[in-house]
């Protein structure tokens, strides 16, 4: 099965502001659900609640500390470990993990994929990516996009795949 974690960074590492994402990349939400469609989307507890809901088409997984917590139509997980060990024994091939920043912080030593839109500007934020060593990545698609009405900044989706696999 192969680990990926999915993820949108503006230039100066921010992920989110306020349990939000801070721009509107109508693009980004497409390749989104492309990629993790018919997939498990692993994601933490905070994550989720900013989503609001399960996403359609996909076997969502959420990750949290809270015994108690209940996701209608999502599986609720204690660990990261957990998560990817029940992804595995459904057959998955390839596994998203949507963040937050303490997931993406947990799963980068195991990713073998990153699949990565930089959002071409800085933006204020309280959520940071992980840095990571872009030399143990090799890419495998770069493609440049305009800000347009869609598209509050102008944007690179970047396929990572790390150079061990």
Not at 2 to 26: F, Y
């Amino acid at each position: 099965m192969i680990i990926s974690m999915i993820v949108a960074v503006s230039e100066n590492g921010v992920i989110g502001k306020d349990g939000d994402i801070p721009w509107r990349l109508s693009a980004d939400l497409q390749r989104f659900k492309h990629l993790t469609m018919d997939h498990h989307l692993v994601m933490g507890r905070k994550t989720y609640e900013s989503i609001g809901k399960p996403l359609p088409g996909r076997k969502m997984v959420i990750v949290t500390r809270q015994e108690d917590y209940s996701a209608p139509g999502c599986e609720v997980v204690h660990s990261l470990e957990e998560a990817l060990s029940l992804a595995e024994k459904a057959g998955e091939t390839e596994v998203f993990i949507a963040g937050g920043a303490s997931i993406y912080a947990e799963a980068f030593p195991l990713a073998q994929r990153l699949y990565y839109t930089q959002v071409h500007d800085e933006v204020d934020g309280d959520t940071l990516f992980p840095t990571f060593a872009e030399e143990d990545w090799q890419m495998i698609e770069n493609v440049e996009y305009p800000a347009d009405l869609r598209n509050d900044y102008s944007f690179t989706f970047t396929s990572l795949k790390r150079n061990s696999e």
